[in-house]
């Protein structure tokens, strides 16, 4: 029996995904992420915004164009929303919602709705490797409530995975590249052991570790520090901002200001002086005047970020952000525009301060990445190959560069 699985949403989803596709596997279905015809289907659903679960029920409609007699599975962040919207939809036979996972594989052959709650880190089989990197669930859940998120309602409390069980996954996955991912990764504790003792367990794997998104009060020199010494810490840092103004940050319910922001990005580069700090941004949240706007606009350039996500509020019903009076929505594309101009200004900045460089490069299908997130393409890159290159001009969203050696 062929199952597709299709995945919207984070980076958490994709090595869920990846996870269940082992597990449905061990127990003989076959499993393809590309979407076609199949015996069953799995959609492994978002809810991040109102738009994203609105594209979540649509996948439906999408996969049963390739076999509308197959049975669809759903399970995820929107399907935990709201199950019933999903359960009412032609051709669906089976919900489950953003916990438990592990018992999807389960009830996978049953029909109706079912929905647990987690109290401690879910494991689920180790994730079958479909990419040159492998993305590593290190933590879940989340206990921070930014005003317009709903994400700590669907995934509940923030609870990490023990410190023996991620190594021995990262020892074990056989890719050159380890993204460590949860939903709030800043918060991972396991006994004594916090984010920056696990670089350190994880120094002698032979892979280069990447970290998802991180908030600000994780940037310490203790931290630091420890990425540091672990040596096979990618320089990248995607440390969420989401407004340079203070008042927008204390309305967001964030608990860090502008200066302190600006202070764990000097502390990074005082430790990594070529790292890329990247970030987002949201544009026109209902207490954003123009003169908070200018804050974050200007603060693009004062951090040196080399890549912003900006994107415009969206109301989430049962967030404290959605009781707000929104802005004109004319106000927020005509702000987006000013923003991603400001974006592109910081990235062109940032990629012609490292040309002629050197990096190593890990090459994908269709270009590769540098340890601090430079999108490079070199002639003759082989796919799941690491190289050192010497990054040459600015090339469509990246750099052309010039391979020296493969390692």
Known sequence: MKVCVLTLGCKVNEAESASIMRGLEARGFETTEKLGQADAYLINTCAVTAEAERKSRQAIARVRRYSPEAPVVVCGCASEHDAEAFARREGVVLVTGAMRKDRL??????????????????ELPPPKQTRTRAYLRIQDGCNRFCSYCLIPYLRGRTRSRQAESVLREAAACGAREIVLTGIDISSYRDGE????????????????IRLGSLEPGVVTERFLGAARRAENVCPHFHLSLQSGSDAVLRAMNRHYTREEYLAACARIRAYFPEAAITTDIIVGYPTETEEDFALSLSIVQEAGFSRVHAFPFSPRAGTAAAKLPDLPAAVKRERMARMLAEAARAEQAFLAGMEGKRAVALFEDGGGYTENYIRVFCEGAREGSLCKVVLKEKFKDGVRAEIEEEI
């Open 193 to 208: 052991t916090d984010l920056g003792g696990l670089l350190l367990l994880l120094k002698d794997v032979p892979a280069r």
């Open 105 to 122: 594989l389960d009830l996978f052959s049953k029909r109706g709705v079912f929905r647990e709650t987690e109290q401690t880190f879910c």
